[in-house]
């Protein structure tokens, strides 16, 4: 989905506060001490809701344009700001198998950075493919070890042809 561009209103809180809200995104609001906190705030909200309606499969608002905002009686307008969003790529789901060894260490390592199994995995395969984008791969590690077992024999043993 192609990035969507939303206006959001900045306007003048109390104490020299300030306060942002999206006309498309209904309670979706956020406040700072500075213009620029403000924003930023904005942006990460406006990220956040975005994200929890791809979660519960629902499309996006189409934006509304600014000579349409109505500004609600009493609201201290400062300025309008437009905020960019990448709608989030559809997941789907997959099935993997993994040794139950390496599961257990990825859902500790998730744990502690405070993601999902799935998030952690997104993590990985994303960056593991940064990181080998300009390198040509060999072959993948092999799940199972090969392990020398015995010594290696230079004569062949008796009654046997070499």
């Known amino acids: ?12 809180g109390a104490k020299g506060t300030f306060g942002a809200w999206f006309p498309d995104f209904p309670g979706c609001v956020a406040g700072g001490r500075s213009q620029q906190d403000t924003i930023e705030r904005a942006e990460t909200k406006l990220a956040q809701a975005v994200d929890a309606l791809a979660e519960h499969d629902r499309p996006l608002p189409q934006p509304t344009p600014i000579e349409a905002i109505v500004l609600p009686k009493g609201c201290e307008f400062v300025a309008y700001f437009i905020v960019g969003v990448d709608p989030p790529d559809p997941s789907e789901r997959v099935n993997v198998y993994l040794p139950k060894s390496l599961l257990r260490q990825v859902d500790r390592r998730a744990t502690e950075l405070g993601m999902s199994r799935s998030s952690f995995f997104g993590l990985a395969a994303t960056t593991a493919l940064r990181h080998f984008a300009a390198a040509s791969v060999g072959f993948a590690e092999s799940r199972s070890r090969a392990r020398k077992t015995g010594g290696l024999r230079t004569k062949t043993t008796p009654g046997k042809k070499p």
């Open 1 to 12: 989905m192609q990035r969507r561009l939303y206006p959001a209103v900045l306007e003048r």
